[in-house]
């Protein structure tokens, strides 16, 4: 019998012409992991059209996030994605990008205004509530080009820190390195939306944990910025004495690049008159391999030590140290901030509680277009999960303290003391920036309320106002379940810190996606 040496067409003459053929058919742009420098490589490059990357991430949203896993993230999807993207693709073609987050497939906590998408804060209180304005900023990534891909769940009223559970979303957000395992809150939608590459980056906000503690989870990069450096106009609050809004996202780089963005002075933010006339970094200029040369972090054991805190976590907090330490760092162990137990133990301190007076203020100024018109009406309505309700009632029962009030004016009092005696230790031992765990225990099963948290986040910036940036240290629990390193320094020293963690990220390279959510082929 005689084999056949009929050959296809096509595999002929590729034969014929060699590997210069084979190589003019690059493989299809993968978008699991993609950084915002890998896409707009790929859009100059002709190998990628907005609406072919948008089509990407959604793909991936039917798949993983009510479906297969159940990620459970995204609560509402932008249904003019794709015009918006279509839209791009012409604009790029006649003048190039839009700017410089053309493109870019954001997830936007379902706190921030968004016009045209349901703007919730993760309750039913307010479920249909479309804004006719962005947040400031939607606004500000809208402007530079990027789409708002997704809505995402959030712990409802930002309350918790702990897990990403709402009313207006049935069932827990999942963290997608463990089903089982907690995503931290608030921001955890945010957070397991990114980590599965469900978008390129993400939006959140932070007033003790919000942003670094799902950031810490999700094996992310997350910023708290300085007081007064970003805007938090448009986003729901839940106290503007420490409420920020911010970046999250995989990379350094990609963190970076939104925050360039989003900071700087908005007039309808009057904290952030504190940035009037101050000169941004390029941020994108701090990030340095050999950033922590020479740099004297401080370990601040103050943040981290306790009886609960997971020997696992120490582990691996003691090996970021001594990556520290490779990369030129001097390390200054312990960082000790002398006086602060005195501090912290004064009686009446922390206690200005602002959520019901800035609640009711944020409501008053959309009274007509939210379904309520105080936190009175908020409680009388039901409309929310049944975890929240005694938080909810105990805070309308009680005071509205507001600027001028004797427990306000205690609180920032309080937070003087905290500056100062920080900035005291930074100053005596010449520290640059200080580092601890973000969290000093791995994610926690969903639901368990009993086992030890750990959340370190509370305390150190959200009281002094400062920064603090979040980068993935390495993983516990047989190298399943993300841990985090937190860097934390002066006010307005984001280019330094973002610098210190980048140089520390490119040493480590500790992210990896996560296995619940793989390449969809």
């Excluded at 058919?25 to 100059?44: K, M």
């Excluded at 870019?104 to 968004?114: A, G, L, M, R, S």
């Excluded at 009281?463 to 979040?470: L, N, R």
């Amino acid at each position: 019998m005689r084999t056949s040496l009929v050959l296809p067409i096509v595999l002929v003459a590729a034969l014929v012409a060699g590997p210069a053929l084979v190589a003019q058919a690059p493989p299809p742009f993968q978008v699991e992991e993609a950084s915002i420098a890998d896409i707009q490589a790929a859009f100059r490059d002709g190998r990628l059209t907005c609406r072919g990357l948008v089509e990407r991430y959604q793909r991936r949203i039917d798949l993983y996030d009510k479906n297969g896993p159940a990620v459970n993230a995204i609560v509402t999807l932008n249904p003019r994605a794709l015009a918006e993207a279509d839209a791009l693709d012409a604009r790029f073609k006649a003048s190039g990008p839009v700017g410089p987050l053309h493109c870019i497939p954001t997830i936007v906590k379902d706190n921030f205004e968004t016009v045209g998408l349901q703007s919730s804060n993760g309750s039913l209180t307010f479920e249909g509530y479309v804004p006719a304005t962005d947040a400031f900023q939607v606004a500000r990534i809208k402007a530079a080009g990027a789409i708002v891909l997704a809505k995402s769940n959030l712990a409802e009223w930002a309350f918790t820190p702990n897990e990403t559970l709402s009313s207006i979303l049935p069932g827990y957000t999942k963290n997608p390195y463990m089903l089982d395992r907690v995503t931290a809150g608030s921001s955890g939608g945010t957070a397991a939306a990114v980590a599965a590459s469900f978008g390129a980056v993400g939006l959140g906000s932070d007033t003790g944990n919000s942003i670094r503690g799902p950031s810490s989870h999700q094996a992310l990069v997350g910023i708290r910025s300085t007081m007064g450096l970003t805007s938090r106009a448009g986003v729901f609050p839940l106290n503007l004495l420490a409420d920020i809004a911010g970046p999250m996202g995989r990379t350094v780089a990609d963190v970076a690049a939104v925050f360039q963005v989003v900071a700087g002075e908005d007039p309808n933010d009057p904290v952030t008159a504190a940035a009037r006339g101050r000169q941004l970094p390029n941020y994108a200029q701090a990030l340095r391999r050999d950033a922590l040369r020479g740099m004297r972090i401080g370990i601040l054991r103050q943040a981290y030590e306790r009886d609960s805190t997971d020997p696992e976590i120490v582990q691996v907090f003691m090996r970021a140290v001594e990556d520290l330490k490779t990369a030129g760092a001097t390390i200054v162990d312990p960082a000790t901030i002398e006086g602060l137990d005195a501090i912290r133990r004064q009686p009446g301190m922390a206690s200005c509680q602002g959520f019901k007076y800035d609640l009711n203020q944020f409501l008053a100024a959309r009274k007509g277009r939210v379904p309520v018109n105080d936190l009175t009406e908020v409680v009388k309505g039901g409309k929310f999960h049944p975890t929240v309700r005694r938080q909810l009632e105990q805070t309308e029962q009680g005071p509205a303290n507001g600027p001028g009030t004797p427990e306000c004016a205690a609180e920032a009092a309080y937070r003087d003391q905290v500056r100062a005696a920080v900035l005291k230790t930074m100053d005596a031992q010449k520290i640059d920036a200080f580092v601890y765990p973000t969290w000093s225990n791995p994610p926690r099963l969903i639901g368990d309320l009993n086992t030890p948290g750990g959340d370190n986040s509370q305390f150190f910036s959200p009281t002094t106002g400062w920064p603090a940036v979040q980068v993935p240290m390495g993983y516990t629990r047989g190298g399943l379940l993300p841990a985090g390193l937190t860097f934390f320094g002066r006010a307005w020293s984001e280019a330094t810190l973002l610098g210190a963690a980048y140089a520390y990220e490119q040493a480590t390279t500790h992210r990896r996606p996560p296995p619940t959510t793989p390449p969809v082929r």
